[in-house]
């Protein structure tokens, strides 16, 4: 696993099997000793990629500090993955299958489904803070995953320059979207002030 995932960074997301033993200094044949066929060793490959992008956004997981910090810090950690690591997220991107379970974290469906089902929780937990309940929270993380995604997918596939200016875009529009859905509840919030930390 480790070879085909350097392979696949350095080569690109087309690169073989042939390649991924050659680096692993294996035959290819014994491949086919941990894999049930290409589709197999593809999830696999797919199931590693999908848990680094997971690790790499530790700031949405134990956030810490004002709204605006947290989005910037998970923005700017998964584009910054990104741009370190396009080739590896295009193979995911490609190899996503329709059949792809979403509850399991082991493809492109898994890792959106999980960022975004922990970020309606994020919301509501904030949002119970100041005694607010609201059925707008699964929307609107849906709504920011899939606006991250798609903008960030189309920079990766354009080369994945000028990250900097792309967190700060996006961390703008996230904050709008947020401040928004805040607005429709009756809550203002000021994105510069520390946010309680959540246990």
Do not use: C
């Not at 696999?44 to 700031?59: C, F, G, H, Q």
């Not at 509501?124 to 609107?140: A, K, Q």
């Not at 990766?156 to 904050?175: F, K, R």
């Amino acid at each position: 696993m480790d070879s085909a995932l350097k392979v696949i960074a350095e080569r690109g997301p087309t690169a073989s099997l042939e390649d991924f033993a050659a680096e692993a200094g294996v035959a290819r044949t014994r491949v086919y000793r941990h894999f049930t066929d290409r589709a197999d060793l593809e999830r696999a490959i797919s199931a590693r990629v999908a848990a680094l992008i997971v690790a790499e956004l530790e700031p949405l997981w134990h956030p810490a500090g004002s709204a605006r910090q947290i989005i910037r810090s998970a923005i700017g950690a998964h584009v910054t993955w990104l741009a370190e690591n396009r080739n590896l997220y295009i193979y995911l991107r490609r190899h996503a299958r329709p059949d792809d379970d979403e509850s399991a974290l082991d493809g492109h469906a898994g890792v959106r489904r999980a960022v975004a089902d922990h970020l309606t929780k994020l919301f509501g937990v904030y949002l119970s803070l100041v005694g607010v309940e609201s059925r707008t929270t699964e929307t609107l993380a849906y709504a920011v995953v899939g606006m991250v995604e798609s903008v960030t997918e189309r920079w990766t596939d354009q080369g994945a320059e000028d990250s900097n200016a792309l967190i700060d875009q996006l961390s703008a529009w996230t904050w709008a979207m947020i401040a928004e859905a805040l607005g429709t509840v009756g809550v203002e919030l000021d994105p510069d002030l520390p946010l309680p930390p959540l246990v």
